[in-house]
């Protein structure tokens, strides 16, 4: 995406060791919080992802997710619904497909794919959890007419739509 700071990063780049996570996971149990994938790399390209979900909700603990969909195969979302993860958050830029494309440096044809995703994860989860939030930012390029009209074509596979702040680039 060209808003991320990833690319001005100067951090060696590496996996979480699982056992690492774990032993994590076990000290974050015993005060019983929340848990929320997300941070400067998208939660799904964790290769133990599966696993990570598991061993979180195995602990009796509350996880949120927060994603940019485009790894949602059908795979991890098994995982989500299986393991009844608490929510699942779509980020997005911009209020129109065009948008989103210019902003995540994506093709039309990958944002599809993401609402396909959201959509499988939506009919699946037969009105339990995870609770799915589509929430976005506002393009210097977005019009006023815009937010209303992503809003309502949202709502169709969302429990809410959030539109706040913006993106300038």
Known sequence: CIMCPNSYM???RQEMDFNLFKKI???I??????IRFIGYEEPLLYGKIKEAIKYVKGKGLLLHITTNGSLLT???AKAILDN???SVIFSFQGLSKKEYC????VSPALYSKIIEN??????????????????TTITDRDLPADKNKFIKEYLNYADEIQVSGFTHF
């Open 29 to 34: 149990s015993k005060y019983g919080s929340l």
């Open 10 to 12: 100067k951090r060696k």
């Open 118 to 135: 959201i959509k499988h994860l939506y009919k699946n989860r037969k009105g339990q959890k995870p609770y799915i939030k589509i929430t």
């Open 102 to 105: 210019f902003m995540r440096n």
């Open 84 to 86: 009844k993860v608490d």
């Open 74 to 76: 059908k795979e991890a």
């Open 25 to 27: 996971i076990d000290e």
